[in-house]
């Protein structure tokens, strides 16, 4: 059978737009299909956008600081609408270097809904971003690749309709005074971090003892003391919100321990599911796993040999560089006649919250579940706070296993975690060992430089502990 490409992919996000840029440099004709963003969740209502709102919320701080260093600048005040254009308008650029880069590796761009209309078949019909005045057409491929991405979930509780997620906290028209966030994950803490540092009064609601649950219990605990110091976020810990109601302009979030919080907003950064909704898989028989999430074997296809799925829709890590990792390997696969390897057991991570978290590896438990482990900890005021009225902490945690000798886990919060964990990856990923860490040299004055200078042993553990 004849079909009008090799290749569509549904969903420009990170790893669509990679797979497609790749599968079309090897010659493959290929189609993208978006019915919203270009760029995908990342560029616009993710990572990107959140990474430009934590360094806003980081200039009040720095301010401060200057103070400690002979300067004489004041706090001002910050104008949010100004900053949400500017980050509009910064969004808009990256579309646009999304939809060239597409454009420029020969990919054919579709705007609008994508639905399967048989196992080769996308029907394309109007959406958001094509608008209504767009007409329906059926394009046919050999190979279909669904990377739909992810939407925030909201708890089924009375008046979560009065709730926003994240989607909605990049476009408010003006910061709230006072938010609840419930939740506790990479979204909760970071976006506690964003409206305490711009000025706003967060309370931040979670049914765990400390933040961050999937992350080393120390690095839990740290994070959690770190938010203890801070006047502007209140955590309200092993709690559950009952619901939600209005009373004037405020909302009342009931708590199940009897507490009511009394708010301008609530925040609801309670996990995210696949957006599979109106692609008619069910018409194929795509298998689903128990969380909604799409079925694939090793590479990414689905029990329809020739339809494949990446990023969030398989919910395996669901990080935009894994997304990326994934569709340049089916890309290589398909269409170059490569194997493209990822080590996808030491994924580094990065929490922006302030101070941020990197992280690699293993955590003490999971490490200790395979043997005894050398644990090397180092907790210190990081040099440029010495002259300010702040004394931000740095925490370094190394878990080694005692058999091999090898790191097998990195932890960081402090200034610059994510940045230095970047380049640790590798080695954590290389399977160095302690002494190869001893016998690398520092570079001075850094807090990088304790990575390579952590000899005090802390403690010893296994499994048996």
């Avoid at 992350?215 to 810990?237: A, N």
Wanted: aromatic fraction near 8%.
């Amino acid at each position: 059978m004849k079909y009008d490409f090799d290749l569509i992919v549904i969903g420009a996000g990170s790893g669509g737009v990679r797979c497609a840029r790749i599968a079309a440099s090897y010659g493959a004709h290929v189609a993208v299909i978006e019915k919203q963003y270009w760029g995908g969740t990342c560029v616009n209502i993710g990572c990107v956008p959140k990474k430009l709102m934590v360094y806003a919320s980081t200039f009040n701080g720095q301010v401060k600081d200057s103070r400690g260093y002979g300067w004489d600048i004041v706090p001002g005040h910050h104008h949010w609408s100004e900053f949400i254009a500017a980050k509009n308008k910064e969004i808009k650029r990256l579309n646009r270097i999304y939809i060239s880069m597409l454009e420029k590796a020969d990919v054919t761009l579709f705007t609008g809904h994508a639905s399967f209309e048989d196992e080769h078949t996308i029907k394309i019909s109007p959406s958001v971003l094509s608008g209504k005045q767009a007409g329906i057409k059926n394009i046919t491929a050999k190979n279909i690749v669904i990377a739909t991405g992810s939407s925030p979930t909201k708890l089924d509780i009375e008046g979560n309709a009065f709730g926003i997620t994240s989607d909605e906290a990049f476009y408010l028209p003006k910061r709230p005074e006072n938010v609840a966030i419930i939740g506790s994950g990479y979204i909760a803490i970071e976006f506690a971090g964003i409206f305490a540092g711009l000025g706003s009064k967060v309370d931040l609601v979670y049914r765990q003892p400390v933040p961050l649950r999937g992350f080393d219990q120390d690095v839990r605990q740290v994070l959690y003391d770190v938010i203890e110091q801070r006047k502007d976020i209140k955590q309200h810990v092993t709690t559950h919100p009952q619901k939600i109601i209005k009373e004037g302009d405020q909302y009342h979030l009931y708590l199940d321990n009897g507490e009511i919080i009394k708010t301008n907003c609530v925040f609801f950064a309670t996990g995210r599911h696949p957006n599979l909704t109106g692609l008619n898989l069910e018409k194929l028989g795509i298998e689903k796993g128990k969380k909604g999430q799409l079925v694939v074997n090793k590479d990414f296809a689905t029990n329809i040999p020739h339809i494949y799925a990446i990023g969030d829709v398989i919910d395996f890590v669901n990080l935009t560089p894994v997304a990326i990792a994934q569709g340049h390997a089916l890309a290589d696969r398909l269409f170059g006649n490569k194997i493209r390897k990822s080590n996808y057991d030491y994924i580094p991570k990065a929490v922006f919250f302030n101070p941020p978290i990197g992280s690699v590896g293993l955590s003490e438990d999971e490490a200790a579940q395979s043997g005894t482990v050398e644990i090397y900890i180092s907790n210190f005021t990081a040099m440029r706070y010495s002259l300010t009225k702040r004394k931000v902490k740095t925490f370094i945690k190394m878990i080694v296993d005692q058999a091999s000798q090898k790191v097998v886990g990195l932890h960081i919060v402090g200034d610059d975690a994510p940045e230095m964990l970047q380049g640790f990856s590798v080695a954590v990923a290389a399977g160095l060992t302690k002494a190869d860490f001893n016998e690398t040299i520092g570079i001075h004055p850094t807090s990088a430089e304790e990575i390579v200078t952590l000899h005090q042993l802390t403690r010893v553990t296994s499994r048996k502990n």
